[in-house]
């Protein structure tokens, strides 16, 4: 019985990572700058605590935030995880408002030990995302006929993203230190377009402009976890994280075209940042779990598409409580979560023009939201069904920009199976 389980499990898991990821998961025209909408690459009991990811060293769940947790799983374990994400989204430019609904894929990893003091993980995450399709209209006047102007009509398209496959290794140097690094393969295409037509003067001369770009590299994170022991019951884990940064390998090609087709070939000018992460946590009695993480990447020193970025910095807060893990009433056995984030943009937006017709360039929306969820005991068994909802709103900071409200519906299922323990028949 318990294989079909596992295989009904996986071709569950492995359904749903194909619809999801056919499915288009974003609207925000804030992809439109930079590698489009960072993804949110939190498993299942990390979304429900903002984000929260740093310092956890759960046995039964992965964490890819941080490898040196990997060391934290049993000798006899295996871990399968998938989850995916339903979204609700608002915009509104404070006349106009649109709703749309999106699903996306989040993640799919699996975890074991391999030793007394090594363990290992394999899985895929989306990076980022781009999706955006909106038109605009100005009123331009023509400097050989100050009296006279014509609209200008334009359409703003991208999509694509970037994604990584990671094999990564958790080692454990003493009893209380743990190292880790995850080495992933970024891959993906990211596409934007915008098309400038004059409706009401056919003798105007339409505008085109066309960015592709499809990036083929490698993505390296070091992680380190020290837990301190305050007693029996109470334990204090500090967790880094140094992603660091470096140029990409790229194939990237800008088109313009007016009367005439410029095209310019990009084999650089793209970038991955350096990215340093840490957070506290502490835990008491297996029970209750409350912990701080903070991030910061330096995106105001790399470049893509030439496009003026600036760092981004975001703050999780999160907690989660068992009542009793040894008791047989499943409730007393549910994992109660929550977390609250605040987050800085890595991109700059247009914002106008100056006096001289150059583009005014402003930091993009703050970020922040809240979460709640369960972590479900799946019958008798150890695995668990992670079940949260995320209330985000990207907020403007200035009146020309587009405010974004999300309603996050987010799915994990961790399969937590016995696979490496030996049976004795007598």
């Not at 006899?76 to 509104?92: A, E, I, R, V």
């Not at 363990?119 to 100005?138: D, E, Q, R």
């Not at 992603?243 to 084999?267: C, F, K």
């Not at 903070?294 to 409580?321: H, I, M, N, P």
Request: with cysteine.
């Amino acid at each position: 019985m318990v294989g079909y389980k596992k295989i009904f499990g996986v071709l569950l898991l492995t359904t749903l990572t194909g619809i999801t990821v056919a499915q288009n998961n974003t609207n925000s025209p804030y992809t439109r700058y930079g590698f489009g909408q960072l993804a949110d690459q939190s498993f299942g009991n990390s979304k429900a605590m903002g984000g929260l990811a740093y310092g956890l060293r759960d046995g039964s769940q992965i964490n890819a935030a941080n490898p040196a947790s990997y060391t934290a799983i049993d000798s006899l374990t295996f871990l399968f995880d998938g989850g995916f994400t339903l979204q609700n989204t608002n915009l509104s430019d404070g006349t106009t408002k649109i709703n749309a609904k999106n699903s996306s894929f989040d993640y799919l990893a699996i975890q074991f030990r391999m030793s007394k003091s090594l363990a290992m993980s394999i899985g895929f995450l989306p990076f980022s995302n781009v999706g955006y399709n909106f038109n605009t209209t100005n009123n331009i006047v023509y400097q050989n006929s100050p009296n006279s102007t014509a609209t200008a009509l334009s359409a703003y398209y991208g999509d694509g993203g970037l994604h990584q496959v990671y094999v990564g290794l958790g080692y454990k140097l003493f009893k209380n230190l743990s190292l880790g690094t995850n080495i992933s393969y970024l891959f993906g295409s990211v596409n934007h377009s915008l098309n400038v037509t004059f409706p009401d003067d056919a003798s105007a001369t339409p505008y085109s402009e066309t960015d592709q770009v499809t990036i083929r590299d490698y993505k390296l994170d070091l992680g380190l976890q020290y837990t301190k022991y305050l007693g029996k019951k109470n334990a204090l884990t500090l967790g880094v994280v140094v992603s660091p940064g470096h140029s990409l390998n790229a194939d990237a090609t800008q088109i313009r075209t007016t009367s005439v087709r410029d095209t310019t070939q990009l084999n650089n000018g793209f970038d991955l940042p350096l990215g340093i992460g840490g957070g506290l946590t502490y835990v008491y009695d297996n029970r209750l779990t409350i912990g701080v993480d903070y991030t910061l990447q330096k995106w105001g020193k790399t470049k893509v598409f030439d496009e003026s970025l600036c760092d981004r910095t975001k703050f999780s807060f999160g907690a989660e409580y068992v009542p009793n893990r040894l008791k047989r009433n499943y409730f007393s056995r549910v994992k109660y979560r929550i977390g609250a984030y605040y987050s800085d943009p890595y991109v700059k937006v247009a914002d106008g023009e100056d006096s001289d017709g150059q583009t005014i360039w402003t930091k993009g929306a703050r970020e922040y939201g809240v979460s709640a969820g369960f972590g479900l005991p799946v019958f008798s068994s150890k695995s668990i069904l992670s079940i949260s909802a995320q209330y985000s709103k990207v907020e403007a900071r200035t009146k020309n920009m587009i405010n974004e409200n999300y309603l996050k519906l987010s799915i994990g299922l961790t399969f937590n199976e016995r696979w490496f323990m030996k049976w004795k028949v007598e």
